[in-house]
């Protein structure tokens, strides 16, 4: 019947969690979660799918970020056999969370950061401020960005100079 696994490597039962028992015979078009059934009645009409998200195997209980990539053995003709490669992609989904995470505390420490921080390009222009600019400022971020902060902020030659000498000596202004 067509969605029925007839063959698979030792890799795959791994990945599922499921014995071979299990996995003998069990239908995927009929019996898997919706978005598996989308992916694998897709190819089995002619086309190459992706699947690619947290699964939890019905025939093993086993829950694995995983992606799937089904080929049908005749593209463009259908029904069709199809070969599926599973490849297991939870570490990856974790680095993207922790990442994720990462750039998340990084955010909120410079929109709660009471100083200004900002970053230029090889130009001088802003292109990244923090919100604390309009405090400073008076400039929304929108008014700020593409700015010359030493030629356009600090229009006033004294306050200029300042900032001049701050970044010489911390080594980040170029003569």
Known sequence: ??????????KFIEIMGASRQNLKGFNT???STPEMKKAINKALKGSVSVFEGEYTSITGGKTTFIRVVFNPVDP????????????????????????????????EAVNNSPDLLYRTDNSGAIVFISPSVYRLTGYTIKEAIGMKMAEDVYVNPKERQKLIDLLKKHGSAKN
């Open 1 to 10: 019947s067509q969605g029925t696994i007839v063959d698979y490597n030792d």
């Open 29 to 31: 078009a009929k019996q």
């Open 76 to 107: 463009g003709k259908s029904p069709t056999e199809v070969i599926a490669t599973v490849e297991d992609i939870t570490k990856r989904k974790k680095a993207e969370q922790a990442l994720l995470e990462s750039e998340n505390k990084y955010k």
